[in-house]
């Protein structure tokens, strides 16, 4: 059995600029290597996206703790939505850090296999659900922060209307051809656009697969 010293990540990840020491403390907690495909394991620890089939990939790790930074600089933060759980990384590194995590993906075997690593892992905080993430999960809105881990060019607005007061959504905005992660707060029922930095994701789609 190989070792993974995710601590290793988490300060390679503070040396990148990455602030938040629990962000930190979650990433040298999760054992990214269970998100992945077997055969990629051996890249784990690299600060780089990786493919988990269906065309889809496990975020880079610096983005993931730099969008995880952003949406708790909103406060006390509790229930998050996010959209898009693909491998389930990202989900994992919420779970650690909030009350409730509400995850959305619109292919069924990525949804599927997420739903199983959460419950080896005994990530019992996580709700995991197969739909299409543009309309939210209005049900269990408001959210006290929403994170998109994938681009669109206009931010779909049932995700802006499911914002909490205060509360921030983290969404890369762009194309192809370039994006910018950006965070927009709900601030006395106004959204406020901040940008953090370009970013490169998969697209994000309409309906489910
Ligand atoms: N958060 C993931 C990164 C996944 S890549 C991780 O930590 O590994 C982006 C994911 O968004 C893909 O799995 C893709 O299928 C999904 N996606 C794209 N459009 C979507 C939509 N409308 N609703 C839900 N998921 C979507």
């Given at each position: 059995m190989r070792d993974f010293d995710y601590q290793q990540l988490a300060n390679a990840l503070r040396q990148k600029g990455i602030k938040n020491e629990q962000v930190l403390e979650a990433i040298a907690v999760?054992?990214?290597?269970?998100?992945?495909?077997e055969s990629l394991w051996?890249?784990?620890?690299?600060d780089s996206a990786l493919p988990i089939g269906e065309d889809q990939t496990i975020s880079q790790p610096y983005v993931v703790a730099r969008m995880t930074e952003a949406l708790l600089e909103a406060g006390s933060v509790s229930k998050v939505l996010e959209i898009g759980t693909g491998s389930g990384y990202q989900a994992a590194i919420l779970s650690k850090m909030v009350d409730h995590v509400y995850t959305i993906e619109r292919i069924s075997s990525l949804h599927e296999k997420a739903k199983q690593i959460f419950a080896t892992l005994q990530l019992h905080n996580i709700e995991a659900r197969y739909g299409d993430g543009q309309l939210g999960w209005p049900e269990q809105a408001p959210f006290d922060g929403i994170i998109v881990t994938a681009a669109i060019d206009a931010v779909p607005p049932p995700l802006l209307e499911q914002l909490g007061e205060n509360a921030n959504l983290v969404i890369p905005v762009g194309d192809v051809r370039g994006q910018t992660l950006q965070v927009i707060t709900r601030q006395a029922g106004e959204w406020v656009t901040r940008h953090i930095e370009p970013v490169r994701f998969v697209p994000l789609k309409k309906g489910t697969r």
């Open positions: 999760t054992p990214r290597h269970r998100f992945m495909p051996e890249y784990a620890l690299a």
